[in-house]
């Protein structure tokens, strides 16, 4: 079993950035797919950006291409999400999540999720 705790959010003005960080205990954690979800007020949960394993394959949702960067330490059972160029629309509370599917986007397919932290970003 993984535990997740994300940290890193807050307020940002729009054109910003910040960056998220998502700690896992478990001996496993380079085993795991991780993801990064976000999930509005009275919206579903959405996909953001997803890394494999090893960190070799990374993949993201288009609204965040080019702005947003995944990447993992596996030495330190983090993953990071970098996001620059925020924008008002990127308001959410992010997740992060684990899986044992490659390129998974699906957030039924992730088996354990952090409790979320808030990004807010004013116009």
């Not at 976000?38 to 997803?50: I, L, S």
Request: charged share 15%; aromatic share 14%; net charge positive.
């Amino acid at each position: 079993q993984v535990q997740l705790v994300e940290s890193g959010g807050g307020l940002v003005q729009a054109g910003g950035s910040l960056r998220l960080s998502c700690a896992a205990s478990g001996r496993t954690f380079s085993s795991y797919t991780m993801g990064w979800f976000r999930q509005a007020p009275g919206k579903e949960r959405d996909f953001v950006a997803g890394i494999s394993w090893s960190g070799g394959i990374t993949y993201y949702a288009d609204s965040v291409k080019g702005r947003f960067i995944i990447s993992r330490d596996n030495a330190k059972n983090t993953v990071y999400l970098h996001m620059n160029s925020l924008k008002p629309e990127d308001t959410a509370v992010y997740y992060c999540a684990a899986s044992f599917s490659s390129s998974s986007r699906s957030p039924s397919q992730y088996l354990y999720w952090g409790q979320g932290t808030q990004v807010t970003v004013s116009s």
